[in-house]
């Protein structure tokens, strides 16, 4: 019992309360840059899935518009009305044309239209996918200032007790087991690559 009366010495719990204090503000100072990540990639997130719809809309209207050109191309028996619809053509509708004359509006022109569309959303997810990975590692910090925290009450309710109080070994135990918890804790927090 007298060996383990050495955890409650003014050194140790001196220590402790340090380490303790010194890990908690890092892992809080971590977390809210985890945070930061997050916001951050979060509104890039949202303006490009902003920035696609948008896109898809454009290229919606210029669709409809191809239609338009390509219905008047088809039904009018007049050269110079043909030459005017065929030179309105996107260069979209000019390539499908040449590519496929059989399926001028199959699914090639389609993916030509809404390319720009499909790779805002494509670093919108990317972008979303961050912002959750930022988020994990965030939770996770957050869990090692509440362990490191208590390992810090824990030092501290020891520190102000007579050394003769089994209380403080106690109070000097738990604060050990939480800053090895809290330790092991953050060595596991996912990193963001």
């Known amino acids: 019992?007298?060996?383990?009366?050495?955890?409650?010495?003014?050194?140790?719990?001196?220590?402790?309360?340090?380490?303790?204090?010194?890990?908690?503000?890092?892992?809080?100072?971590?977390?809210?840059?985890?945070?930061?990540?997050?916001?951050?990639?979060?509104?890039?997130?949202?303006?490009?899935?902003?920035?696609?719809?948008?896109?898809y809309l454009s290229a919606n209207q210029f669709i409809v518009y191809d239609f338009s050109m390509y219905d008047g191309w088809y039904t009018t028996d007049d050269e110079e009305k043909a030459a005017y619809y065929e030179e309105s053509y996107s260069q979209e509708l000019q390539d499908s044309i040449a590519n496929n004359p059989d399926d001028i509006f199959g699914e090639d022109y389609y993916n030509a239209m809404y390319t720009e569309a499909n790779a805002y959303w494509e670093e919108s997810d990317a972008n979303f996918e961050t912002a959750g990975a930022w988020d994990?590692?965030?939770?996770?910090?957050?869990?090692?200032?509440?362990?490191?925290?208590?390992?810090?009450?824990?030092?501290?309710?020891?520190?102000?007790?007579?050394e003769?109080?089994?209380?403080?070994?106690?109070?000097?135990?738990?604060?050990?087991?939480?800053l090895v918890y809290g330790l092991i804790t953050y060595l596991g927090v996912p990193s963001v690559a």
């Open 1 to 55: 019992m007298k060996a383990l009366r050495i955890l409650g010495s003014e050194m140790i719990l001196g220590s402790l309360v340090v380490i303790l204090s010194v890990l908690t503000a890092l892992a809080s100072y971590q977390g809210s840059i985890a945070d930061s990540k997050q916001n951050e990639h979060e509104i890039k997130a949202m303006q490009q899935l902003n920035d696609g719809n948008a896109e």
């Open 164 to 178: 003769e109080n089994n209380m403080r070994m106690v109070f000097s135990i738990l604060a050990i087991i939480m």
């Open 136 to 162: 994990n590692r965030g939770d996770g910090l957050q869990l090692v200032v509440l362990i490191m925290a208590l390992g810090l009450a824990f030092a501290a309710w020891a520190s102000l007790l007579k």
